[in-house]
């Protein structure tokens, strides 16, 4: 009669570390992948306006919200990650928690950045359409959708300090999480920096 196999303590344990090894160099490759795609989209948008018939219109406010929101938000994911290594559980959680809502928030200003850019007739298709709006709407659209894949990350991670699995000893998945909202800030305010200047 076969028996089954159960990993030994030791295996488990060997498995997880070669997890924790690997899990932060896959995420450098998916940041650098996120970055060829806008490198891409905004060398394609420099290139269509030098063609001309390129409408010009103002930034809208709600834009200048959001970059403020999400600059504030990771400064409060850096607070909790400081409070991790101080062992401050109270603390970590109030940031993930603090930096969640602020996500929650910058979503709302762009949208708001939406409503406020079809008020003044830019949209994304349609005959009144214009190649600039339509860059506009399609590269914030896509930060947008990389940002709620930062929130979930964002939700998992609140769960897991909630649980108390994060302290002076072990941060990683919370660096990790780190790692993922600070390259989409630096992102959000590269985009942001790119249409305000490039015209």
Request: hydrophobic fraction near 50%; charged fraction near 10%.
């Amino acid at each position: 009669m076969e028996t089954e196999y159960k990993p030994s303590p030791t295996v488990d344990f060997e498995l997880a570390e070669a997890k924790k090894k690997a899990s932060k160099p896959l995420l450098w490759v998916g940041i650098i992948s996120i970055i060829m795609v806008f490198a891409g989209l905004t060398s394609a948008y420099v290139v269509r306006a030098d063609n001309g018939s390129w409408l010009i219109f103002q930034m809208p406010s709600a834009f200048y919200l959001s970059t403020a929101v999400i600059i504030a938000s990771s400064l409060t994911l850096f607070f909790s990650v400081r409070m991790a290594k101080k062992d401050n559980q109270k603390g970590i959680i109030i940031g993930l928690l603090l930096t969640f809502i602020l996500g929650i928030v910058f979503s709302y200003f762009q949208y708001l950045g939406w409503v406020q850019l079809r008020a003044i007739g830019v949209v994304f298709a349609g005959k009144s359409s214009n190649a600039s709006g339509s860059f506009l709407y399609l590269l914030t659209f896509l930060h947008l959708l990389h940002l709620f894949a930062g929130l979930i990350t964002l939700l998992i991670t609140l769960k897991n300090s909630i649980q108390g699995k994060y302290n002076s000893t072990n941060t990683h998945g919370l660096e990790l999480t780190s790692i993922y909202w600070h390259f989409l800030d630096i992102l959000w305010v590269y985009l942001f920096l790119f249409l305000l200047y490039i015209r």
